[in-house]
């Protein structure tokens, strides 16, 4: 999940400067001389009457944020992990009170105001003042109706999404037998009547889609931004453009390995499905309803046989013993008390929510996970990126940190260190030094790095990056008439994913709106991209500046070195610009160098499957 669970602290106004306890006294004040010098904000003393007009409001808003956020995450929990109406309404009460806080036209008011100084204010508190204006943002309470409207909207949407009945030939089906059928099923006009009753709910949430378009921008303009895609890249401190150009660069650098990629699966899906081959590949032959991921075609890679002995309960603690071996905390007592890690026990009438999450409760030191951990690779790997949250929220539990800013430094980072932890996890020597793979088990190198690049991998950018991304772009903020949307989605999908549907999609279907994200998450899903082309990133620079190992195969276990370059970033939280932070990790931009050599040896391997072949679908 998103973690926008934020903890409390001691509001110090001293030790701005992360990472300078290290310094000896003379050291520090040389580096404060040098920092003044260069930073203009610095030149702010806390003593004048603005910064501590600001200390003074802070203090207020931080408290009183960190004790909503607490109220609100206890009756989520109790919601998520027993779903009953009774705790369902209390969550909604808890939300409410907490929005009624966030949102509050004098809090705005008063931020607005004191940015209206930000010469006069130092770096952290501009910070701590936007973020305000971010967490505001989405219910600013100076327009009541718009925002009550829009709660109506999103709790309607949400109803029609969650209560949508299925049916294939005519009789109820779930989620989960589609998704069954899509990974089985090798008969194709099976497959098609699957796919096509997969798109039925589009149709009924597109008129909630219109409206909540509208009001959403509406919300978003109540703040000054010019749409609502608008506010939501705020929170990287970038504009739609610059967004959107962000995500077409990495399509750009990955283009040549995804045309191989697209290749060598339309040539194995042909041969599966005995059909010639097409110039796109057909969205009903593959087994993800949207295309994003291209899972179960990598032979070789399947780990399933050597988690059968292993326990959920030592699943679990072996992502612990992964941080600890970095040099992080043990997980106070706390964390197995109140945390939900495993199924509800056959005929027990409890219900709760199976998604995998990490929870940041107080945002100090509540911490808990829910999960529903089997004994099987894929929950190996979840344990393990979930736990890479958890260790994020220990890292940025600091004083010097205030509530506001607990937080990853852009939503990416968050996603992207439990997708790295995930990673790491799946690589054979980590496995090997766990006994979980024979020490003389042989690597088909290959077979893992096919397995890596078809899900999540490459397919996943042109599909996050390219359809969600643009689509989404265009609807908000440019306003694309309703009329439209079909079409536009298509176009997208077969331009950037060379995805065709299997028949004609008319503007009486709104396939897009069948994603959940587009619903409930909007504007969102380039994150994702972000924390993939991230995760690449920060994994060669751990292989080839750390642990001097191949990137596509290392072993990060028990290395005080990897935890201190995860340390080193996670302790900022959202204190400093993710930009700053990631090129002072790494010494590079965000950049999908690393994504792109990762799979060099997969790129050869690729072309010489599909030399004689037409490349790419032009
Ligand atoms: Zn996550």
New binding site residues.
Partial sequence: ?A?RRYGFAKLGRTGRFPGMSKFTPLLRSVAVAVLLGFAPWARATDTNPTQERADRFLALVNSTYQAMITLESNAQWDASTDVTPVHDAASETASKARAAFVGNPTLINETKALLLKRHELNSLTIRELEQLLLNAAEGPMTNPKLVADRIAAEVAQASTLNGFEFKLHGKPVTVNEIDNLLQSSTDLAERQAVWEASKDSGKALKAGLIKLRDLRNGVAKELDYPDYFALQVAGYGMTTDEMVKLNDQFMHDLRPLYLQLHTWVKYKLAEKYHQPVPKRIPAHWINNRWSQEWDGLAEGADLTPFFKDRSPDWIAHSAEKFYMGLGFPKLPDSFWVKSDLYPVPAGSARKKNTH???WHVDLANDLRSLQSIESNPEWFKTAH??F??IYYFIGYTRDDVPPLLRTGANPAF??GF??LTSLAAGMAPYLKSLGILPADFKVDENAFLLNDALAPGVPFIFWSSGVMTHWEADIYAKDLPADQWNKRWWQYVRDFQGVEPPSERSEEWCDPATKTHINDTPCYYYSYAIAQVFKYQLNDYIAKHILHQPPQSCNYSNSQEVGDFFRKIMVQGKTEDWRKILKDATGEELSTRAMVEYYAPLMKWLQEQNKGRPIGWE
């Fill in positions: 999940m973690p995998a999450s990490a990126h979930e890479g949250h968050h996603e439990g997708e």
